[in-house]
């Protein structure tokens, strides 16, 4: 997935009401940009750090620059970090339709957005093949790392987040594959693990959907100011 334009540096300075923050910009200009990420970006919001904004000329734009990625260092130097949860779905749309992704590969059908469920939700891909059958694909964003090369999700409770298991081992009762891909974007990350001390819910939610046969598997991403790509199968640890 590549930017449309080149994304300008700025040092942060806090982000705050979860969707602003305030930055300054590397000319001494400060600015209040747009945070797409509304969760706890727990770590990632050091005032400081140097941080990477898009930038919109759309009229209808409040604050023309987002804020996409943030360097952070755990001891082993910056490593650029992607924050914007729109990402994911296209950078996995693309990985499928380059068939990057080898344990989704082989589906003649890839289809977006796709209602299922008694909830009528809205599975975020659905593979399909007549000699596959159907395969249900939910993708969840990461970014959290307390330790060096240890990628985590949740960063903070989600209920929603939980749900989806749920719907998706229902779809593996009815016959189907379901799968729970998480997508984590810094290139740093070595081994992935669910982080059942933010929610125990989910972490209990993951063990009953993966013991029902939903399948999880964690991709890494490269990034730089240009693009972010998705990388490499990352192993689970307990």
Same mark, same amino acid.
């Given at each position: ?7 300008? $540096?700025? *040092?942060?300075? *806090?982000?705050?009401? $979860? ?7 590397? =000319?001494?200009?400060?600015?209040? @940009? ?19 904004? &898009? #930038?919109?000329?759309?009229?209808? $734009? ?13 001891? =082993? ?26 344990? /989704?590969?082989? %589906?003649? !059908?890839?289809?977006?957005? @796709? ?9 975020? +891909? ?9 395969? %249900? ?9 307390? !330790?060096?090369?240890?990628?985590? +999700? ?11 298991? #749920?719907?998706? &081992?229902?779809? @593996? ?7 729970? /891909? ?9 081994? +992935? ?28 991403? *490269?990034? &730089? ?10 192993? +689970?640890?307990?």
């Amino acid at each position: 997935m590549r930017f449309t334009s080149a994304l300008v $540096r700025a *040092r942060l300075e *806090r982000r705050y009401k $979860r969707f602003l923050a305030d930055v300054v910009f590397d =000319d001494g200009e400060q600015a209040t @940009v747009a945070c797409p990420n509304t969760g706890s970006l727990l770590g990632l919001q050091a005032p400081g750090s140097v941080v990477w904004l &898009s #930038r919109s000329d759309a009229a209808t $734009r409040k604050y023309p620059h987002t804020w996409e990625m943030i360097e952070n260092d755990l001891g =082993d130097g910056p490593t650029l970090v992607g924050i914007n949860p729109m990402h994911p779905n296209r950078l996995v749309a693309e990985a499928l339709a380059n068939g990057a992704i080898e344990p /989704l590969s082989g %589906y003649g !059908t890839v289809r977006p957005e @796709v209602k299922y469920g008694d909830e009528k939700s809205r599975i975020d +891909f659905l593979l399909e093949d007549d000699a596959k059958g159907l395969c %249900y694909v939910e993708v969840k964003n990461v970014h959290l790392m307390r !330790t060096s090369g240890h990628a985590e +999700f949740p960063d903070c409770t989600t209920a929603r987040g939980a749900k989806h298991l #749920r719907e998706l &081992s229902a779809m @593996v009762a009815q016959g189907h594959r379901a799968v729970m /891909l998480y997508l984590i974007q810094r290139a740093d990350a070595q081994r +992935f693990s669910i982080c059942a001390e933010f929610d125990p819910a989910y972490a209990e939610a993951f063990r009953n959907a993966t013991a029902a046969g939903v399948e999880a598997v964690a991709y890494n991403c *490269r990034l &730089s100011t240009e693009e972010i790509v998705l990388d490499r199968l990352v192993p +689970f640890m307990d």
